[in-house]
């Protein structure tokens, strides 16, 4: 039977430290489920007595908690140099919370002791084990984290070693050895925990429950988490999409994913393994900041393939350039396709949009080819998957679908004569759709924008689906800029509806040209997308 290791998420507490995010209390409390549902054991719900919010998190689950396995946790610290765990406010805090576990965070690198508690090592260790044992005595399960371990440890293991020992012997249930500078590297975090664990024994503590919490500094975040599962720890703190301050907390997505499916070690079910891309993009939507799309398993580049001699590949079977299969973790493969592309990753990608040209070797040969011409010209379709669809179906099928004709569009850009600094942007479209002419005028606070306002008031008689398309993404890249204001530009533009987002891109002489091109494909291929019939 596979031996189990626990997952204990900090996203709510050591995430939030990230720059940018900025989470409410509901926030907060709709995240639970999402991050249960990826299997964490434990959730920290954050610091309460310390941060108003965090009391008031704690304070609303007293009425309704929204977990139903995963276990709530209040984060703290040990009691204050020279006050008794009764005498502490904050300890107060923390039994008030009612989370039935608490983590208390406690010194044991004796330079931390010295500078910044400003107090003998005596103190500290009395400090851990008065604040463990009231807490005990409280009813509570209390683990400790060991701020500065690693660091600590280089510098004085003996007395690193008595802080985890102190924390045992007054019952904590987990200590957690924590690498607070991130700077530590897989081979020192290694040696470490053997060295730490035989010290221990020496304590009489023959399996102490040891946990490992790594930060990213040094880019290892990951590897250290691994590296200490290994050595010996059954617990690893991180937080989802690796948020936390500086560069970031372990990313526990990576390192379930890691553990689970290349290792002996249990830490999730199947189902929660599946669900590891959903979790980690709706995480995302909440604290809005979207997940690296380069981001191990679940990003979307994870599984994306470029190059024509791993699509060749691929077509014949997926797993040689792939680690493992991407529904695992529940994400996707994607094709590529760009002036790399050879007819294998065409092939492949249009079985994406629902069209076999595995017999087809004219299209396959046409599109390639054009592909290349486009890309050359400044296009870039790998990022671009919308418009790319529409050039297959333009080649395919000898038309792309026509929902409009465009007779003629512009844009105006002026200032107001009472007040220069401010400009205003127009735009007039001529169409014809749904039978008739139509013609319409739109204002923005640019002209990309007064352009879409005129587009949507022209069509949305004829197409009301319009109305939920809403732009969501807008790309401007400068090509061969030593050009000056002669250089082409190209334009990625994002739309999105209850259904999924796409990308199209356009090239111009100017950034109004390019993003005219992407927006009709954008409202084009979103209209395909919804099965609309064409109407034009």
Known sequence: MAEKVFVYD????????????????????????????????????????????????????????????????????????????????QIAALVDSQAPILCLVAKSDIR?????????????????????????????????????????????????????????????????????????????ISATIYDLRLRLLEHGMQAPQLGIHAHDDGGCAVANT?????????????????????????????????????????????????????????????????????QPYIGVCAFAHKAGLHASAIRVNPDLYQHIDPMIVGNDMRMLVSDMAGRASVELKAREFGIDLSQNKNALAQITDRVKTAEAQGYTYDAADASFELLIREIVFGERPRYFEIESWSTHVATQAHNVSQTYSEANVKIHAGGRRIMRIGEGVGPVDALDSALRTALKNVYPLLSTFELIDFKVRILDSARGTGAITRVLITLKDNAGHWTTVGVGVDVIEASWEALIDGYVCGLMRNGIAPDC
């Not at 007395?159 to 985890?164: D, G, H, K, S």
């Not at 199947?270 to 959903?278: D, F, I, T, V, W």
């Open 112 to 188: 931390h002791v010295d500078q910044a508690l400003r107090t003998t090592g005596e103190e500290n260790l009395r400090m851990i084990s008065d604040s463990v044992r009231y807490l005990r005595q409280m009813n509570r399960e209390v683990m400790i984290d060991l701020e500065h371990f690693f660091d600590g440890f280089s510098f004085d293991p003996q007395y690193a070693t008595l802080a985890a020992a102190t924390a045992f012997a007054a019952g904590a249930s987990w200590v957690i050895l924590c690498d607070t500078n991130g700077g530590t590297l897989p081979s020192s």
């Open 10 to 89: 900090t996203t709510l507490r050591d995430g939030a430290q990230q720059e940018g995010m900025n989470l409410s209390v509901a926030d907060k409390v709709a995240l639970l489920p999402i991050i249960e549902a990826m299997g964490a054991d434990y959730i920290e719900g954050g610091w309460p007595g310390a941060i108003p919010r965090d009391t008031a998190f704690f304070e609303q689950l007293k009425e309704k908690n929204p977990l139903s396995q995963a276990r709530l946790v209040a984060f703290g610290a040990t009691c204050k140099v020279g006050l008794t765990p009764q005498e502490d406010p």
């Open 226 to 294: 691994i590296t200490a599962v290994d050595a010996g720890c059954r617990q690893i703190q991180g937080t989802i999409n690796g948020y936390g301050e500086r560069t970031g907390n372990a990313n526990l997505i990576t390192c379930v994913a890691d553990l689970q499916i290349k290792t002996p070690y249990e830490l999730v079910t199947e189902h929660q393994l599946s669900n590891l891309s959903k979790v980690a993009y709706a995480v995302s939507e909440i604290t809005n900041i979207s997940p690296a799309r380069r």
